[in-house]
Each structure stands twice: as C-alpha cells, then as structure tokens.
C-alpha cells in the first residue's frame, strides 16, 4: 500500500459514521477493482466516512465520487431516536446538519478535486440524473419509502458490468430493518444483477444483465 493510500485508509477508519472497518476495506476494494468506465455515486453522505474510502479508489482510479445526502439525517438520527448524535444539531435551525462535518473530512484528506459533494434529496437528485455509474453504494434513508425509493431512482443507472453496493443488509431480522434486505433482493430478483461479494451487512453486486 502507498503512503497516499494509507493515509487515506486510516481518516476513513478514524473518521465519524457507520461503517465497520472490514466493510470500509470492501467498500474500498469494490471501487479499486470497477473494470467499467463512468463516475461513482453513493447515496448517504453523513460525515464523510465512506466517501473517505470510496474516494481513496476514485482518486486512484481517476474517476468522481458523487455523494448524495440531504444531510438533515436520516430518521433513526433524529433527536429522541437510537442514532443521535447531539453535536450535529444546528442551533440556527435546530436541524441536523452534518454538511460541515463532511467538508471538513474531504478536504482534510485533500480529497475536493475527487468527491463532489451532491446536497439534497435523493428522488429529486435522482429524478434528472442521466450519466451511467461505474458503481452505486446505497446507504441512505433506511425506512420502507427511502430505501426503495433508492432502488428505483438510482439502480436504474448502473452502468452494464457496473458494481451495486447495499449497506445494511440482514437477512435475520433480528439484527437490523428491512428495508436494505427488501432492495438486495428486487436486484437480485430482477435477474440483472449478480452477487459477488458479502462483507458484513454489506452485499456487492455486479450488473450482468438488462433493467431493474
Ligand atoms: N455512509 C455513511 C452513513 C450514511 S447514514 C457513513 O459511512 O457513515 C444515512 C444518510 O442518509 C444520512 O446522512 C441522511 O441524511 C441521508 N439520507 C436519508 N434519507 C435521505 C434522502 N431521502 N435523501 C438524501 N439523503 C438522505
Ligand atoms: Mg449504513
């Protein structure tokens, strides 16, 4: 590993959010190995943790990394629910705002030139999207509505030969929501989309077929 690229791998490991060191390593892996040409998209920016990894690759690879998020937190982030993080409320608006913190763990890692922050909602940004992905990673807005949301505005757009990533998958219920497993299988399901790797609760897929 390179001194860049080490360097790049311990912000990621150090840095705030939801991402297991061993499904960071996959996440970086996936975008290091993408064999088709076209940007990268995640969807679910929050603090930067996995656009640190994913964007370790991009720049590697010399392609963008496009994170999408609203940045006003998903559900189970909200004030009173099992994912809150106090500090990144916004006094001015009393809104979650974790824009900041994503800005500063890009341009910490001198990362501005590769991941191209995408502020707002997913279906609106989705709605005029039109550029082929190399690769998708899904980690946005959990609930039922979001998530499948997600498949149908975003998985459309993976390029042919093109990697599908899910966080969050479990297939036991007992061990997280729905939602991500339901999208893991409507790819799957629709036969145009092959597993290839599983880390954690997070699946890879690779677009080997037509539609969604
Ligand atoms: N990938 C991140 C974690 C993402 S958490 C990491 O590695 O740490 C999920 C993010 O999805 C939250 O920041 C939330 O604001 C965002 N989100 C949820 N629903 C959304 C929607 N409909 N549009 C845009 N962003 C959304
Ligand atoms: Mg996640």
Not at 116 to 140: K, M, N
Not at 151 to 171: N, S
Request: glycine share 12%; net charge negative; hydrophobic share 40%.
């Amino acid at each position: 590993m390179d001194e860049r690229l080490r360097d790049l791998i311990i912000r990621a490991e150090e840095a705030r959010g939801f991402m297991p060191a061993d499904e960071g390593l996959a996440l970086h892996r996936h975008a290091s190995e993408v064999t088709v040409d076209g940007p990268f998209l995640e969807v679910g920016s929050y603090c930067g943790k996995s656009a640190l990894y994913l964007g370790a690759a991009a720049e590697a690879r010399g392609r963008i990394l496009y994170s999408v998020d609203h940045h006003r937190g998903s559900e189970e982030n909200q004030p009173g629910w099992e994912w809150h993080e106090p500090d990144l409320v916004d006094p001015a608006t009393g809104l979650m705002d974790t824009l900041p913190f994503f800005r500063q763990a890009i341009h910490g890692a001198s990362l501005e030139g590769t991941v191209v922050a995408v502020v707002g909602e997913s279906t609106a940004v989705a709605a005029s999207w039109v550029t082929p992905l190399a690769l998708l990673f899904i980690d946005g807005g959990h609930g039922s509505g979001p998530a499948h949301a997600d498949y149908e505005g975003w998985v459309p757009h993976v390029a042919p030969g093109g990697i599908l990533l899910i966080h969050d998958v479990f297939p036991d219920p007992a061990d997280g929501g729905r939602p991500p497993f339901e999208i893991y299988n409507r790819a799957l399901d629709s036969g145009a989309f092959t597993e290839v790797a599983a880390t954690g609760s997070l699946r890879g897929l690779q677009r080997t077929g037509r539609g969604t």
